[in-house]
């Protein structure tokens, strides 16, 4: 039997209609596209801005080019992997469903949402210090949530209306501010206070940086031939961002301090076009990337050198893996029973307990220290008539 | 801001939205899900409508336009796809029955990357010959050939597999 015929029995029984109502409001399309015509117009007017800011000397550039393609750079030292580790429960201020979403690179600080699937005006904003709540912040929107926070215990996030006037929010000093730049999201800072994110309209957004709280937002350096932006998802200490625009193929991009863009190549694969490599997040100096090719031969998790290049394979199982690598909350939680970290090449193992209430749990982690002393992420409950907490967010200290 | 292709635009979207419809349908497996692409992509149709209606082959921009918006919900969602999309598909792929078996197939079938789930669905279930699928794509027709092996392939391992993919301590890491 030939691939067509063996297609076509194989994947028989999925043909059928829907067969529901449909759900579809072509007048609210014809709106929403008429914003999309705008925006499309306003991105013009923000690139003119930009190449003067350009000629004034900004940070902006062109993209990268290779002048060295043979650097021979020490590798990132990895921090030392930890002995042990301990389960601790953060206080969820009495509310029954805690997520915690992100934590600063010293892992002091974490920040999160409190029922966030309930998404009322009154659902708080959650910041923890060193193991306390610190914080039950009122949002001043709705559906308000905080991505991501610093060693400063500023934290940066987006109103989620879920239709497409989302605006970037920085949270500092017990109150929230609109980012400047109009509608996006803001997704993560880093100690020094830059913040990165996505402004525009879905379908026209463009990835930016604000140097600061209060910076006018740069445009990042837009890689050539690219249009469609998939998501700004991760940014490093030193300023370095990674994300992922769409096009005829998936593509990963690294945005330097220095302006410069490039591409995020592949690792050595032995049948590359078997799968797509999707990148997780940045950790100690090292951009952390998973390529899925379900039981093919590179199926696993790699890593590469952020300034030189060089590419290692942590894992030869991306399903083993997964679980272990501390994505950044907006890139969803990969949720596993028994939680475990990746610390630099190694896998480690987490403890599941003590936590209260009882029932089956599984852990989706989302940040770690850059010493790998503090591994933050949730507690999740799979029995959902279990009367104990939903959620629960949880850290680990390892020494 | 009408330039006045309102009417244009109106009389193509409301003739192709069961056909749309279908296919968004075919490619999500989710009637939900399926009205979501189709809104989606008929907003953006709606953005680019003064340059696409001049185009020779509108019909395959849209879809084109619809493959992407699931492609990049696929990306937004693998995460929790990988979650729930493994231990249970395996524990009930032994099972038999019609009604079983889609929802194995389905669940089978969203773990296959997504480019090449779009290339199996748009050949096998939509019928559509390799060179349309290949510019809905835009790819290459040889491309389209060698995602179809690599997507049956994977789907027929998925299927196969007898052990379930999330490890537990008394199983070990799988590596």
Redesign the interface.
Known sequence: MNDDDYGMTLLEPLRGEPSGQPAIDVPKAIRDGRRLRGRRWWTGGLLAGLVATLVGGSLLLAPGQDDNPHPKPSLPPDPAVPASCTLHELPNGGHRLVHLNGSDAAGRWQVGTADPNAGGTQSPAMIWHDGKLVAQAPTPVRHLVLWDINSSGVAVGSSESGGSTNYPYVYRNGTFHRLKGGTGLAVQINDDGVIVGKLGKYGSEVPVRWASPEAEPEELTRPAGETNLHGIYDLAEDGTAVGSYIGRTTKNYLWRPDGTVRELDTPPLQKPEGGELWVVGLRFGWVYAMFSDINGPDDGLYRQDVRGGAWQRITHNSAAAQYGVSAPATMGAMLSPVPVVVIGSRTVDLPSGPLTGTGPVIFGLNGVSADARVVSGNAVRTDTSNPSAPEQPVIWRCE | ?DDGS?GA??AY??GR?PAL??VA??LS?D??Q??DL??ET??????R?PRIAEADNVDAYVHTMMV?AF??EK??????V??WG?APDRAASSSAG?AE??TV??AA?T?????QQAV??L???CDRPVAEVAEI???SEG?V??????G?T?????LG?PSP?????STG???
């Open positions: 801001m309102d635009y109106l979207v409301h939205i419809r279908r349908y075919l497996g009637e939900h399926a009205d189709v809104q008929i907003t953006k149709l709606y953005a409508w992407r492609l990049d990306r937004r969602g693998w995460w929790r990988r979650l493994s019609g078996d889609r197939l389905r079938l773990r296959v990357p997504p480019r199996l669905v050949r096998f279930l794509l835009g790819c491309t050939k060698s995602q179809t092996a690599h049956l994977a789907l027929r391992k998925i597999e993919a999330v490890r537990t301590k890491r799988r590596s």
